[in-house]
């Protein structure tokens, strides 16, 4: 178990991970890449934006100054949003020891590289770090009231998957692993893209019949994709995969369920989005997605569904039209 832990990211992820860490008392560091908010989350113990209402521990550390927030990390955590990672570990490379193993819990896809996070983060800090991702159904208001939780701790590495199961395990948040890091990762972008279509049936009012269906073949068309990019197929059925995007498509704290909402009720993306404290990832990946798609040729109607209305300007009642006209086939 590591004892000295770095967190990289201020926001809801980085903010529930320093509490369970500092629960089990130990040496917890938060850095954040603005220090003006970083400090006033220090003052206020209480990370206001991301999660209001949680007192942050008296012993969690506030660390502005990039190599003094590294010094003498043995473990660190990369809690940025997947569009910012490169920016951030660009910046913090040089203080960064390649001996220190960095565990991810960004779920998403980069954009311009289409790239899952460990992916970048061996793009940027170059060969010599062990990865790992740690992914699951982590509604962070619920994990900072105690109710229970469980996650995956994912790697190539089965030995850090381990480290990092013993290190993030509590009572109240179980931790299995396996090394599937693809799987696991790709999951964790892919749900978001369909709980945004999840919102936009609660939005519509579609009704369970829909919510169902779409959670079925949702999974379906991640798991066609995870394949291909050679994940394994227990995964999918896994806490990273069917766990996830069952809390992703049903939790009213969501942020992509809730954004889909949003636009099944008649917003238009850019207010959809404004509307939304947090980083809505599913919106940025869903373009990362039918990328990947279209290089392994996987059918993804669902997604390309999502895209043509968020994106593309179709309305909801085209898209939905569309997928339920569909050549029959097999399930």
């Given at each position: 178990m590591f004892e000295r832990i770095t967190i990289i990211g201020d926001g809801a992820m980085g903010s529930i991970c320093a509490m369970m860490l500092c629960e089990k008392s130990l040496r917890v560091t938060m850095w954040g890449y603005d220090a003006n908010q970083l400090g006033e989350i220090e003052s206020k113990r209480e990370n206001v934006k991301f999660l209001p209402g949680h007192k942050l521990p008296d012993n969690l550390l506030f660390e502005a100054d990039d190599s003094k927030a590294m010094k003498g990390a043995e473990l660190i955590v990369c809690a940025v949003?997947?569009?910012?990672?490169r920016r951030v570990f660009e910046r913090l490379k040089p203080h960064i020891p390649k001996s220190v193993p960095i565990v991810s819990v960004t779920k998403g896809i980069e954009n311009k590289n289409i790239?899952?996070?460990?992916?970048?983060?061996?793009?940027?800090?170059?060969?010599?770090?062990?990865?790992?991702?740690?992914?699951g159904p982590t509604i962070a208001d619920e994990i900072s009231e105690h109710k229970p939780a469980t996650a995956c701790a994912a790697s190539d590495?089965?030995?850090?998957?381990?480290?990092?199961?013993?290190?993030?395990?509590c009572p109240y948040f179980r931790v299995y692993y396996n090394d599937d890091i693809?799987?696991?990762?790709?999951?964790?972008?892919?749900?978001?893209?369909?709980?945004?279509?999840?919102?936009?049936?609660?939005?519509?009012?579609?009704?369970?019949?829909?919510k169902a269906a779409l959670v079925c073949r949702g999974l379906a068309e991640i798991e066609r994709l995870g394949l291909a990019l050679g994940a394994k197929e227990k995964t999918f059925s896994?806490?990273?995969?069917?766990?996830?995007?069952?809390?992703?498509?049903?939790?009213?704290?969501?942020?992509?369920?809730?954004?889909?909402?949003?636009?099944?009720?008649?917003?238009?993306t850019r207010a959809a989005l404004a509307a939304t404290e947090s980083v809505v990832e599913g919106a940025a990946t869903c373009e990362s997605v039918l990328e990947l798609a279209k290089r392994y040729k996987v059918e993804m109607p669902i997604t390309q569904a999502v895209h043509s209305v968020i994106a593309e300007g179709k309305t909801v009642k085209e898209a939905i039209q569309e997928l339920m006209s569909r050549d029959l086939?097999?399930?």
């Open positions: 949003p997947c569009q910012f990672v790239l899952r996070a460990t992916e970048i983060l061996k793009d940027v800090l170059g060969k010599g770090h062990k990865l790992a991702a740690l992914s590495d089965v030995e850090l998957a381990q480290e990092v199961q013993k290190t993030f395990n693809v799987g696991v990762e790709l999951c964790g972008a892919t749900k978001n893209v369909i709980a945004i279509a999840a919102g936009i049936i609660d939005g519509i009012d579609a009704g369970d019949n829909a896994g806490l990273s995969g069917l766990g996830d995007l069952i809390t992703t498509c049903i939790s009213p704290h969501g942020r992509n369920r809730s954004f889909g909402e949003r636009i099944g009720k008649g917003l238009n086939k097999a399930e």
